[in-house]
């Protein structure tokens, strides 16, 4: 696999447009912080470490309920 280079990279994106530019460190911030956090591995979610964390969190709440109390908190 061939290396590109932080200067190639860089070189590239004085091509993009400033918006694109500013999605782009948007998109690099993002990753970031997901890798931070150890949510990321190999450029994928490790969804497997999510599984189970909501268990119990609306027992016993009714949904359509749950459903309009976000709602009217929205409004």
């Given at each position: 696999?061939?290396?590109?280079?932080?200067e190639?990279?860089?070189k590239?994106?004085?091509?993009?447009?400033?918006q694109?530019?500013?999605?782009?460190?948007?998109?690099?911030?993002?990753?970031?912080?997901?890798?931070?956090k150890?949510?990321?591995?190999?450029k994928?979610?490790?969804?497997?470490?999510?599984?189970?964390?909501?268990?119990?969190?609306?027992?016993?709440?009714?949904?359509?309920?749950?459903v309009?109390?976000?709602?009217?908190?929205?409004?």
């Amino acid at each position: 696999m061939k290396r590109v280079t932080i200067e190639k990279i860089e070189k590239e994106i004085t091509n993009l447009l400033p918006q694109e530019q500013l999605k782009l460190v948007e998109r690099l911030a993002h990753r970031l912080r997901l890798q931070k956090k150890g949510i990321v591995r190999e450029k994928k979610l490790a969804w497997g470490r999510l599984y189970g964390l909501g268990k119990g969190l609306w027992r016993g709440e009714d949904a359509q309920e749950y459903v309009n109390r976000l709602r009217a908190d929205r409004a």
